[in-house]
């Protein structure tokens, strides 16, 4: 009697473009929807971006200030297409807001307390450091604020298999609120020369959409031009255009009885756009900065760049943890049961990698002094850097122990 073979497996392809029916190919887009993949590009962009820098700075300069149309190609990546980041960071937090872990604030409580400790406590240990030590300077204390989403999903899904699924949503709420406070941060202190016109124009845009959803006259042909009207009108007024993407996202329809409402189509088809080229591009248009042997230095000696650093690192950590521990210590809130209180220590750690809002807050908060910009970058950089490696090896211990409970 022949021997049976087992089953043949085999490796699915990537395509540009796959059918719906074959199950042995995935469309580019499906990947890019993976959130370790969009951390991984937006990581290769960010080195080749040092590196090309590093190794040939002057093209690196010259491709960043091509020209196209009213901005060049650094300015567009990060004024105009990161509004689509946002946009997709909009259309996130109002789902979360109407159906998801923010919908319930007594349930949300503790990571919420958590995420405003963990913006109060860098801006507070950077201003100090930078108050208190000769040469400071007290405009960056909102670089350190911030937590890239993107990047700490990506690490949490890469470490985190064996943690228990209660900890993401900690943490997606950690980080959603504290885009909240970043973009808060950007639209009120870095906001200069308002032209009230423009804004009203952006308002107005902004009402149009949400007329347009009331209807639901959901047209993209529509919807599209309108959008980059109220970016453009954004732009114009003195306020980060970027502004415009959050707020268009949270004014887009979605319910949990509409199934695949705008909110989940929207997100669909914008998310691979903006972790396959939206945020990489930012990254490499940002992230080029010259480490030489004096810059590394700059970051432990410099107020600007050792604040900066403290901040995401240490900072992040104490305000986070501490946040969530006064909170459930002097409130009915409570953790998930399945969480510990290793594991928001954990998470608080992941929070210090800061990367791409963190870079824009950098660009805004010191333009005009390029030598502090460089800092500011460089500090961001070994920061987020430091940070993902801790929370690396702190997730996986967390994820072995609770293997080891659930064996």
Not at 14 to 39: H, I, K, S
Not at 226 to 246: D, E, K, N, R
Not at 358 to 378: D, I, N, Q, R
């Amino acid at each position: 009697m022949a021997e049976q073979q087992p089953p043949r497996t085999t490796r699915r392809r990537v395509v540009l473009f796959a059918p719906g029916d074959n199950q042995d190919q995935v469309a580019v887009a499906e990947v890019l929807r993976m959130e370790t993949v969009g951390g991984v590009l937006m990581l290769v962009a960010a080195l080749v971006a040092v590196v090309w820098a590093n190794v040939a700075g002057g093209s690196y300069e010259a491709v960043r200030h091509i020209g196209i149309g009213p901005l060049d190609l650094q300015h567009w990546a990060a004024d105009g297409l990161l509004a689509i980041f946002f946009f997709v960071a909009g259309l996130e937090l109002k789902r979360e807001l109407v159906a998801g872990s923010l919908r319930k604030p007594s349930a949300a409580l503790v990571p919420i307390v958590a995420a405003a400790g963990g913006m109060v406590v860098p801006a507070l240990i950077y201003l100090g450091l930078n108050l208190a030590l000769p040469g400071g300077d007290a405009r960056g204390w909102a670089v350190p604020m911030a937590t890239d989403i993107a990047f700490a999903l990506a690490i949490l899904g890469i470490v985190g298999g064996n943690l228990p699924t209660s900890l993401r949503a900690f943490l997606l709420t950690l980080a959603i609120v504290d885009d909240i406070g970043a973009i808060a941060v950007i639209a009120v202190a870095f906001t200069t020369d308002l032209a009230p016109l423009w804004l009203l124009g952006a308002f107005a845009c902004a009402l149009a959409w949400w007329l347009l959803q009331r209807r639901r006259l959901d047209w993209w042909w529509l919807h599209v031009p309108l959008f980059v009207l109220c970016w453009w009108c954004m732009f114009s007024s003195g306020v980060h255009a970027t502004i415009a993407g959050v707020v268009l996202g949270l004014l887009t329809r979605t319910s949990p009885e509409e199934g695949n409402d705008p909110v989940d189509r929207w997100e669909h088809f914008w998310r691979p756009v903006s972790a396959g080229f939206v945020v990489p591009l930012f990254a490499l248009m940002s992230a080029g900065v010259v480490v030489a042997p004096s810059a590394l230095q700059a970051v432990f000696t410099e107020p600007v760049p050792l604040g900066i650093m403290i901040g995401l690192v240490a900072g992040k950590v104490l305000g986070v943890t501490g946040g969530a521990w006064l909170t459930a210590r002097f409130t009915r809130a409570e953790l998930a049961p399945d969480i510990g209180w290793r594991d928001v220590l954990g998470i608080s750690v992941v929070a210090g990698v800061g990367f791409t809002v963190a870079l824009l807050v950098a660009e805004l908060a010191f333009a005009g002094s390029p030598e502090l910009v460089e800092e500011a970058k460089t500090a961001v950089l070994l920061g987020s850097l430091v940070a993902a490696v801790l929370a690396a090896v702190a997730l996986r211990r967390r994820g072995r122990a609770h293997a080891r409970r659930a064996g």
